[in-house]
């Protein structure tokens, strides 16, 4: 738990640790309250978010949680003696005792607007990841009465929506109507309702029986109701298919039927609010008649658009797939093969264009042999070779046709995954292999020059560069690892990669490379920073790592691209919007923001397109956006020169 005293631009922390070094336990759940004569309180929730890793093992004790309380001073933290655990009438967690056999998961809270000393907990059982329990307290947290078992939370019929669905550490969360603290909003697979103060609570989404509203809910609200107040019947919800309202929450009198469950609408045409993995664009974006694009998002399949002229405007986009879309690719020259992916690497492509039918272009029978894979799993094509060249991979009657896969190891086709057993693998395990099956590759790139260099960069925190492809031999290629021990480049996630040789002519006599790097600088503090560039010659005998992120700010990198036009120019897309750099080359570079166009959301993958028009990005929120490249410096007024589309 940290705090700010001023509007976030200091913080002090962690305010309050537990001895569990060994366990997972976070801060599911915060409330922050007015208590008068300017004393402020705070209820902080100590759950387990999530399931277990590697890094972050939930063990088989569940950890000691619970609701904790204290009075926040005017600066700085609480002292450790001034938190109270609120456990009086709470069944399950023991804080600073013996956590062994409790069962309480996520924690979260919420107070009553028109009652603060009226709060609720909600607990998820950490070994089912359904719903453990629904607790009140009436005083502030001193006592608490259990309201409702996980049995109290009704699927009404509905599928898979029994004690809340079966990942409350996943879509979790609790809202108190702002006038009346016996009507209760709980988010999990599906949204519930209760009227009777948290006894039994009333699916009126099921999202997978006959409703209208995709499943897994994170976010909750009430809407004003144009006289000072709220209408507790007029509610938005938040879920991983974006946002849903309805105009009367309540169920009809004929009870719990579906006839009798509230109808809601989808707000998702008029805002982009799915995440997206990743994405393409079609060649020569910005002049094409006809251009395209395709996206991959996160539990709502994959989906494809295309534009009659030169100006793409905002658009209704068309699903492709179900389940998670993941990668997105489309071959340039011909347009016809669009790959789509989902999760765990399943990968289909159209012959036909956009919307055609698909066949299956994962590797034949053992899938991609076994491997350890990321459930975002990367797949490349090589869009960039010079038309009819021998060795470029693009040809006017089939396309382009050269194609990576990156699971732990790299794997290559040279016919566009056409038919399925023309993959194979061209690389060892290029991972530290210190995660377990969390070791794998993020992100692979081909040089932009040539199509026999790769880059990859890895989970683990490797980078490793590949020369020799495209002989159509497995294991043929040579690869270096530059990753050096991570004396210079920070040993955290890689989350992308991209990298282009000197010379086509010669590739490997030289190559400059960069890494996109996740995390933060406290937990690598000896090497910093977010963006990093390495400088290859002679097949990377030698190389050089250089810090270039400047002036960036300490946040999770996702994505990195360089413009092919002006190669010192460098886009870099994080966690708090997109910036780029006029001259990487500098000792230190200056990296600017793109402002008021473009969200300060999570940018999570960019594209490029053949004939280097347009930059794409791919945005976890707020849909995909196009701008047209430059072939010079970018002038500061034109940061906002994003469209959407």
């Given amino acids: 738990l940290f705090v700010s005293n001023n509007a976030g631009v200091d913080w002090t922390g962690p305010c309050y640790t537990n001895s569990f070094s060994s366990q997972r336990q976070d801060i599911t759940g915060l409330i922050v309250q007015d208590a008068g004569a300017g004393a402020v309180r705070v209820f902080a929730a100590v759950g387990t978010r999530g399931l277990p890793t590697t890094v972050q093992p939930d063990l088989a004790n569940y950890g000691a949680n619970g609701v904790y309380r204290a009075t926040w001073p005017a600066t700085g933290c609480p002292a450790t003696g001034d938190w109270t655990l609120l456990d009086n ?8 005792g013996d956590p062994t056999g409790k069962l309480l998961g996520r924690l979260e809270i919420a107070d009553a607007p028109s009652n603060p000393d009226t709060i609720y907990a909600l607990g998820s059982d950490a070994v089912s990841s359904g719903v453990l329990g629904v607790w009140r307290t009436d005083d502030g947290g001193n006592t608490w009465v259990q309201r409702a078992t996980g049995s ?3 699927s009404g019929g509905c599928s898979n929506a029994a004690n809340g669905g079966s990942q409350m550490w996943y879509d979790s969360g609790l809202l108190v109507d702002p006038g009346n603290p016996e009507i209760v909003l709980l988010s999990g697979v599906d949204m519930w309702r ?17 409703g209208n509203v995709h499943v897994d809910h994170h976010a909750r609200a009430f809407l004003p109701n144009g006289s000072g107040g709220y209408d507790n019947n007029k509610v938005l919800s938040g879920s991983d298919g974006g946002v849903f309202y309805t105009a009367n929450a309540q169920f009809g009198t004929g009870g719990s039927s579906s006839a009798n469950r509230p109808t809601f609408i989808s707000l998702n045409q008029t805002i982009g609010s799915i995440e997206l993995y990743s994405g ?82 994962t590797p034949s029978a053992s899938g991609w042999g076994g491997d350890t894979l990321s459930f975002v799993m990367p797949v490349e094509i090589y869009r960039y070779g010079e038309l009819d060249v021998a060795g470029s991979g693009c040809t006017t009657a089939v396309g382009c046709t050269y194609m ?37 590759i993020n992100q692979l790139a081909h040089a932009t020059k040539s199509p026999t260099v790769v880059i990859v960069g890895t989970n683990d925190g490797n980078v490793q560069l590949g020369y020799g492809m495209n002989q159509g031999v497995a294991d043929s290629a ?6 050096d021990g991570n004396t210079v480049l920070p040993n955290r996630p890689v989350m992308d990669v991209a990298v282009d040789v000197g010379d086509a002519l010669n590739p490997a006599a030289s190559a400059i490379g960069y890494a996109a790097l996740g995390g933060f600088d406290q937990n690598t503090p000896g090497t910093p920073g977010h963006i990093y560039q390495v400088t290859c010659q002679n097949n990377c005998a030698t190389f050089t790592w250089r810090d270039v992120s400047g002036n960036l700010p300490n946040i999770p ?10 190669p010192n120019q460098v886009f870099a897309g994080t966690d708090w919007g997109l910036y780029y750099t006029d001259d990487v080359s500098v000792p230190n570079p200056v990296w600017y923001r793109f402002e008021n166009g473009l969200p300060r959301v999570m940018i999570w993958d960019m594209a490029i397109d053949r004939g280097f028009t347009t930059l794409a990005v791919f945005t976890r929120s707020r849909g995909v956006w196009a701008w047209p490249l430059p072939s010079g410096p970018i002038d500061i007024i034109f940061q906002d020169g994003f469209e959407t589309p």
């Fill in 478 to 483: 040579t690869w270096v690892n530059l990753t």
């Fill in 89 to 96: 009438g709470w069944p399950a967690g023991t804080g600073n």
């Fill in 194 to 210: 209760s009227t009777n103060g948290g006894t039994t609570f009333q699916d009126i989404t099921c999202g997978y029986g006959n």
């Fill in 152 to 154: 109290g939370v009704q």
């Fill in 404 to 440: 990576l896969g990156g699971t732990n190891r790299v794997w290559e086709t040279l016919e566009g995954g056409i038919p399925r057993s023309s993959w194979y693998p061209n690389s060892p395990n290029l991972t530290k292999n210190t995660l377990g099956n969390r070791s794998f």
């Fill in 557 to 566: 990198a996702n994505s990195v691209a360089v413009n092919p036009n002006i």
């Fill in 280 to 361: 393409d664009i079609t060649a020569n974006f910005a002049t094409a008649a006809n251009p395209g694009a395709s996206a991959g998002a996160q539990d709502n399949g994959s989906e494809w658009v295309r534009w009659t002229g030169t100006d793409p405007a905002p658009a209704q986009w068309t699903v492709r797939n179900g389940g998670d879309g993941i990668y997105t690719r489309i071959e340039p020259i011909n347009e016809l093969r669009w790959y789509y992916s989902s999760q765990n690497g399943a990968l289909v492509v159209t012959q036909t264009g956009p919307n055609g039918g698909t066949t299956n272009a």
